[in-house]
């Protein structure tokens, strides 16, 4: 525990363990999650119509941009990304946003999501160009945290049942004393899991749930279990070496909030796909030779058939060393024999 909590105090932020937050645009609700560091920034958006889109900045990129949708506006590069982070941490009312969908010469469809704001008292525009995100990175910041979340609540779900039966259990032991309730309206039940869910789905409340905007788990406290979860998460990757998103792992962070390397480009369009898994990046501290897959192969099997070859003869040696005790053993009761006849 204490180790966690060292590691807490001292990792490095990523866009991984940030929450996301709904946004009403044209009465389309999008959900929008973002990190922004000093130098640079990354933000994702999803829309139940198409699924994760994405875009990253550089601090270059970022000066051109200001540049051209803000030719007024001199600022240093982390004054400007402070602006903006604090633009779209939540919808605000008096920032008008605007979201639209384009198609490129290529025939890949992007989006522009933009808002228009002030900078000390200099009007402020800014836009992202975000691009359709792989599935893996909408699998890895929406479907397996979801998963998990519901997971988490159903064993705390379980953790306040078993609350609830000690609790009757203790009042019971208090009534076995003659001990009564002061107010008749105070008194309940005792819990029944079974009757209790069958209210809970003949409940109109169960059916408001259904009704009700999907996106709305995003802002109540289901949103800090969300963060809570992926910094747990990415805390037991790095105690048990165990990579949780093994299959897609090729998102921008890696799950301990270390940024991977990306192939330079221009920025903007084209930075989510123009990266490489690490299980495909070369190691160039390994030779060529080290690298050979049959010589891996017969290093592993040496080492599979050794441990065999040795504890094989460890067992013949003590056959042997029975059998030649057995013989001196039969000789000795043979020599006492004969002097008996004498």
Known sequence: MAAEMEWRRNRQDDLNCQSWHPFDINSQVYLIKSYFSDEDYEVSMYDSAY?????????????????????????????????????????????????????????????????????????????????????????????????????ELLRRQGELKKVIINKDREIDDYKSTGARCSRKQLETSKFDEKSFMNEMITSKDFEDQIRADSSKFVATKVSDLYKQLMIKKTWLQIQDGYNFDEPFANSLYDMSGTQRETVTGTGGVGSWLNKLPPSLMPDESISPEKKSPMKKQKTAISAQISPQKEENSELKRRLELEEKLAKNTEKAGGKKKKKLKF
């Open 51 to 151: 699924g994760l889109w994405g875009e990253r900045l550089d601090q270059i990129d970022i000066k051109k941009r200001c540049k051209a949708l803000n030719p007024n506006v001199e600022a240093p590069v982390h004054q400007i990304l402070k602006h903006i982070s604090k633009s779209i941490e939540i919808q605000k009312p008096d920032i008008n946003y605007n979201f639209e969908y384009q198609d490129q010469e290529d025939g890949k469809q992007t989006i522009t999501f933009g808002f228009s704001t002030h900078l000390a008292g200099v009007p402020f525009n800014w836009t992202f160009h975000c691009e359709l995100a792989p599935v893996q990175e909408l699998d890895l910041h929406l479907i397996q945290p979801l998963w998990m979340m519901v997971n």
